[in-house]
């Protein structure tokens, strides 16, 4: 740093002083280090309560004109410049446009040298301090550049725990709810992080320095331990005294139909039956949407019996019951987390708010179906499911029924014609439709490829419409799944599928051999087409529902911004709809 203050060229500062370092280097990386360097130097400077040290060290001198900079005589100037034949005014004034004025120029000089004096003086003060070492509860002030330590101790991580913690439960775009501050800037801190982990204690994950999606789920395992607390079911441990083994209600081993030893065992046993993919008959197993959906449920009442209650979940009798409903109604904020943290962030929680009416309903059906099938099998020799009574003590649809819930206001296709037409919201304009024409579940969708698209055969006649192969979708309130169900897709689907097609430069036939791995929900990025997830298609629909609920009347904003992509299937629009016309009408009278 002394050699850049007092104006030696950067790169023969970095080969000389920093030799163990990489020299295949550019300009832009010597001068990020420099500007570190005055960022810790001032950091320092502050820690010890000399703001305007810290000012001085964070100038940059070389802004200054350099005092070794030999100015010329004027015959010199002339002669360089070929103006050696000119009038003396003429040289005079070319020489003054050039080098400005001797008095302001000697004063320029004087302002660097007098500058570079006080920041070598400043270097030799700071070097005499007793260095220390950051610690984890240090405010970021005390080690970032003011501008970047305000913006995120703003985001509310005011110290550098805060900033870890919020690095390992989001990864390597920690930075987007940072104001001002992008991937550079929070990959510089990220990198700042590491290279002081051992003093601070602070260790990150390897997320924190690749997406996840070039990780793997395997990676993001170790992020979060397993440890008696709210932690997803896979890594709950449950204490020995609460496991179950001899559980108020628990039947004798002997009795039981189940291989099951403890209550998580015999939950796990209940969620593999409604994993699975079979055909046909009462019996068929929901989807693996369903099955999602079942273990929320059981994972939630789990987790509550555990930490709340203090009982096993066999020992929960028709009061337990009882005071589980009035806990899902008003969760403790401790409980509660935004539902886009997914499994392994420390983030996640298993609730996002008070449950409504219709989601408390589903809750009770599944709570009630996981009772039931234990007492059933003979692990349990009581069914507590009688306390599970919603407010107002109405009945409950059974665990397989799509829970009757309150129409929406508008159908979503037409209503979302009021939004803006950003690629993100025409995409989930794509994504309603589909899921409303067809009716297939949101996960069946993000799966499904053009390759799943069925043609009218030549001989059909010519409105027979193209079909859908979708593998295990159950359809409907029909209980039976079908192992290659074949669902109608509507001809203006189609139509604005090949249009799709034809604007990316591949062939309009979606059975196109070119085609055929294609998903129907797909996104361009870079050149490339990536399908959406599960969770893609979940985000989509939350995004169109927000945007066509501003506006509207409170109830029917929340409604419509508390409808899922299962609301989406269960209130198809009906076969005669109202005119387009008709619907932005009904849109403008809400919002008026």
């Not at 789920?217 to 440890?227: E, H, I």
């Amino acid at each position: 740093m002394r050699a850049v203050i007092q104006g030696i060229d950067t790169r023969q500062a970095w080969s000389r002083y920093m030799q163990g370092e990489d020299d295949r280097v550019d300009e832009r990386l010597i001068r990020r280090v420099i500007n570190t360097y005055r960022d810790e130097l001032a950091a320092a400077a502050r820690r010890h309560a000399r703001p305007g040290t810290a000012r001085l060290v964070l100038m940059d001198a070389s802004r200054l004109p350099d005092a070794t900079r030999v100015r010329p005589s004027l015959e010199e100037f002339a002669l360089v410049r070929g103006l050696e034949d000119f009038s003396l005014e003429d040289q005079l004034a070319a020489f003054e446009e050039a080098w400005g004025a001797e008095t302001e120029d000697r004063r320029q000089q004087s302002k660097r040298r007098r500058l570079v004096d006080r920041q070598l003086e400043a270097l030799s003060w700071l070097e005499g301090l007793a260095s220390r070492a950051p610690r984890a509860d240090d405010p970021v002030e005390d080690w970032l550049a003011p501008a970047l330590a305000q913006r995120v101790a703003a985001a509310g991580m005011p110290t550098l725990r805060s900033v870890a913690d919020r690095i390992q439960a989001v990864g390597v775009r920690w930075w987007t709810t940072v104001p001002a501050v992008g991937p550079t800037k929070g990959a510089r801190i990220v990198e700042w992080l590491r290279v002081h982990q051992q003093e601070t204690g602070l260790a990150l994950g390897p997320h924190a320095f690749a997406p996840i999606a070039h990780l793997g789920r395997a990676a993001l395992q170790p992020v979060v331990p397993p440890a008696t607390a709210l932690r997803p079911l896979e890594k709950f441990v449950v204490p020995e005294v609460l496991r179950g083994r001899t559980g108020r209600f628990r039947a004798p081993p002997a009795t039981c139909r189940i291989s099951a030893s403890d209550d998580l065992e015999a939950v796990a046993v209940w969620l593999q039956g409604r994993g699975r993919r079979m055909g046909g008959g009462e019996g068929a197993a929901p989807a693996e949407e369903t099955r999602r959906a079942y273990r929320k449920e059981a994972e939630r009442l789990l987790l509550w019996a555990v930490l709340a209650q203090g009982k096993a979940l066999s020992s929960l009798d028709e009061e337990d019951c009882a005071a589980y409903v009035a806990f899902v109604r008003s969760p403790p904020p401790e409980w509660c987390g935004p539902r886009h943290h997914e499994r392994w962030s420390p983030l996640w929680r298993p609730f996002e708010g008070p449950l409504r009416a219709a989601a408390l309903q589903r809750c009770i059906a599944v709570l009630r179906a996981l009772f039931r099938f234990l007492h059933d099998c003979g692990y349990l020799t009581h069914d507590p499911s009688g306390g599970l009574r919603p407010e107002g003590g109405g009945g409950v649809p059974d665990a397989s029924t799509p829970s009757a819930a309150q129409p929406m206001a508008l159908d979503v296709q037409q209503s979302s014609l009021m939004a803006p037409a950003t690629p993100g919201l025409v995409r989930a304009r794509r994504v309603a439709a589909w899921l409303q024409e067809t009716d297939v579940q949101p996960g069946a969708l993000a799966r499904a490829r053009c390759a799943d698209l069925v043609p009218p055969a030549a001989t059909d006649a010519a409105d027979t419409p193209w079909r859908l192969r979708v593998q295990g979708e159950r359809r409907g309130r029909r209980r039976a799944a079908q192992q290659d169900a074949m669902v109608e897709v509507p001809a203006a689907l189609v139509a604005q599928l090949q249009s799709l097609l034809r604007t990316m430069g591949r062939p309009a036939d979606p059975c196109d051999e070119v085609n055929a791995e294609l998903p129907l929900i797909f996104d361009a990025r870079d050149g490339r087409v990536v399908g959406l997830s599960r969770e893609g298609v979940y985000k989509a629909i939350k995004r169109l529902l927000h945007h066509c609920s501003v506006g509207m009347p409170e109830p029917q904003r929340q409604a419509l911004q508390a409808a899922s992509p299962q609301r989406l299937r269960r209130h198809r629009a009906p076969a005669q709809a109202p005119s387009m016309n008709a619907a932005v009408a009904a849109a403008n009278h809400l919002r008026a």
